[in-house]
């Protein structure tokens, strides 16, 4: 982990303005007109603070989204901002479990909007300070804005607030260049030719062509069961395109819990292993398993639910049992329980706050090799959530927690800011976890503009070094219910959208190497050239008179010593 870690210092440039716009943010002072609590809301000091001497109590109120609230102006039309803080909930009502604390912010000028930029769910007393952080756009006409805490459970819920910021996310025009530049750092390793030719071989004549065969960087997609393994035309073009495009895969539903066991105790395995086994059988033995369980109420099968504590805890025992044994040496991934950002089911079914930490422990006892890894939503495509997901993720490695990845699934119905995207990236990789783009889409009608979408999120998702691997939530029109499609109806028919992923994933980032090489002395040259594997020719004229295959693996460079 520590490599890693260092590799990210070098990337993760400071894009925010080191300027605080919210005056008194540590409440060091008195409040004045400053501060102010929203409604009924009582405001004093506290000498329990995150920072310095003093912090902010919060109690009295009378309506759970109000906290203590600060009117900043001069606000830039269109700006981009970002709004973090330390908040502590003291106490909870009894019946509650958790609260969730929250920032918001209103926009104000000729109209007014009230936004809420960050959310952290089943917050307690017991887990102290907890940072908590969003970014947001203006409005056109917005002139100043309202910056607001709060400890949603209940109003009988007081809470402390420290350290608040407001900063700018400066605009980087240059935003392209320096990703090029990262690319070439990062996904990139070095090919030296040393070549000596000897007599009568002719000057000018010898040619040497180096051309990569396969990346090593994932690219994948999700597949679908009723196309990936089947023999009509239409699946044999579904799969003529998947299997020439990427290099991973994974199942969208068919491994999902409530897909495979609606009935208790009576998994059925023939869908996965149809879809696994015709992968495997056409070179793609990389796959995501999608997903032990999820964490959402509605996702959970109405047998499961009707089982006491014990009961769902052996139910979930035997699920990682059976999948582990089955999938063990053919997944490489595993989503251990889905979206527990958005979900608390098991915890409160089985009153362990710690069950989904346990899951991953029992899955890490059956298989060491796996990448156990949480997977969730709106954690870049959305800044609501990141702070949330940099708070779990931070938690499972304090914890111990075998986890080796983290999953973002990158849902976009918006055309992506990229220096937002770029923000929020970093601080997802702030904890030292690798990152993986586990449901890339990007859903627009006008494919002109969903193409140059994918363009640039496809390039600032490869350019940064804590992502290490990229999968889509699938390319063919009617496979999805939105738009998102690569290719369109039964003969594939590439659009904008999928000639832009092809370009980047054929041409743009693939290594073709041609050079000259004659017997008049010998030869010594470095190029750079993306990871994967290749196939190196000589010719003298249109004649192959040498030929090696080779992989360029990262930390690892390759010297061809070609003597003819």
């Known amino acids: 982990m520590k490599p890693f870690l260092a590799i990210i210092s070098l990337f993760i440039t400071g894009v925010v303005s080191s300027k605080n716009l919210a005056l008194n943010p540590g409440f060091e002072d008195e409040f004045g007109s400053i501060w102010r609590g929203g409604g009924s809301s009582v405001l004093e000091q506290s000498t329990d603070a995150y920072a310095g001497v003093y912090s902010v109590k919060v109690s009295g109120r009378n309506n759970?989204?109000?906290?203590?609230?600060?009117?900043?102006?001069?606000?830039?039309?269109?700006?981009?901002?970002?709004?973090?803080?330390?908040?502590?909930?003291?106490?909870?009502?009894?019946?509650?479990?958790?609260?969730?604390?929250?920032?918001?912010?209103?926009?104000?000028?000729?109209?007014?909007?009230?936004?809420?930029?960050?959310v952290i769910n089943y917050?307690?007393?017991?887990?102290?300070?907890?940072?908590?952080?969003?970014?947001?756009?203006?409005?056109?006409?917005?002139?100043?804005?309202t910056i607001q805490s709060a400890a949603s459970a209940s109003v009988d819920t007081d809470f402390l607030v420290d350290t608040v910021s407001l900063t700018e996310i400066a605009t980087n025009p240059k935003w392209r260049e320096e990703a090029d530049a990262r690319i070439e750092k990062i996904r990139k390793g070095t090919i030296t030719v040393r070549s000596s030719i000897r007599p009568p071989l002719e000057v000018g004549k010898m040619k040497l062509m180096i051309n990569q065969t396969s990346q090593s960087f994932p690219f994948g997609?999700?597949?679908?069961?009723?196309?990936?393994?089947k023999n009509d035309e239409v699946s044999r073009k579904y799969q003529e395109y998947f299997y020439k495009t990427f290099n991973w895969a994974v199942l969208t539903n068919a491994m999902k819990w409530r897909f495979m066991e609606n009935n208790e105790g009576a998994p059925y395995f023939g869908t996965v292993d149809g879809i696994v086994d015709a992968l495997i059988a056409n070179n793609v033995t990389n796959i995501r398993g999608h997903c032990i369980s999820w964490a959402k109420d509605t996702k959970i099968m109405t047998w499961l639910k009707a089982r006491d504590a014990a009961g769902v805890a052996a139910a979930v025992k035997e699920r990682i049992r059976y999948m582990i044994e089955r999938y063990g040496d053919k997944i490489q991934q595993w989503d251990v329980n889905n979206e527990k950002l958005h979900g608390n089911w098991y915890e409160e079914a089985t009153g362990n706050p710690q069950f989904t930490e346990g899951m991953f422990h029992s899955m890490h006892e059956l298989d060491r090799a796996a990448t156990l890894m949480p997977n969730d939503y709106d954690v870049v495509s959305k800044g609501i959530h990141t702070s949330g997901y940099r708070r779990q993720l931070s938690q499972y490695i304090a914890s111990g927690v075998p986890m080796k990845a983290a999953g973002i699934q990158s849902h976009l119905s918006v055309y992506p800011d990229m220096d937002i995207f770029?923000?929020?990236?970093?601080?997802?990789?702030?904890?030292?976890?690798?990152?993986?783009?586990?449901?890339?889409?990007?859903?627009?009608?006008?494919?002109?503009r969903r193409a140059q979408g994918i363009r640039d999120v496809l390039h600032l998702y490869f350019s940064h070094p804590a992502i290490e691997g990229i999968v889509l939530w699938g390319f063919w029109d009617k496979a999805m219910s939105f738009p998102a499609s690569l290719v369109d109806g039964n003969n594939f028919v590439e659009n904008a959208a999928g000639l832009a992923v092809r370009q980047l994933l054929r041409k743009n980032w693939r290594t073709r190497i041609?050079?000259?090489?004659?017997?008049?002395?010998?030869m010594l040259e470095s190029v750079r050239a993306f990871y994967g594997t290749y196939q190196a020719t000589v010719f003298n004229e249109k004649n192959v008179i040498w030929r090696q295959s080779f992989e360029l693996k990262k930390g690892q460079d390759v010297e061809l010593d070609i003597k003819i």
């Not at 997609?221 to 393994?229: G, T």
């Not at 702030?430 to 006008?446: A, H, M, N, S, Y």
């Open 514 to 522: 041609q050079m000259r090489l004659g017997p008049s002395r010998p």
């Open 422 to 448: 770029k923000h929020r990236l970093d601080q997802l990789a702030q904890p030292g976890v690798p990152l993986w783009i586990t449901e890339f889409d990007l859903r627009d009608k006008d494919v002109e």
């Open 123 to 145: 917050v307690r007393p017991c887990d102290g300070w907890i940072y908590i952080a969003g970014d947001f756009v203006t409005q056109a006409d917005t002139t100043r804005i």
């Open 221 to 229: 997609s999700a597949v679908s069961y009723q196309h990936i393994n």
């Open 64 to 118: 759970k989204v109000h906290g203590p609230y600060q009117n900043v102006e001069n606000i830039k039309s269109k700006g981009k901002y970002f709004y973090e803080a330390r908040i502590k909930i003291l106490n909870l009502p009894e019946g509650k479990d958790y609260s969730s604390i929250q920032l918001d912010v209103i926009l104000r000028g000729g109209s007014t909007k009230k936004l809420t930029v960050a």
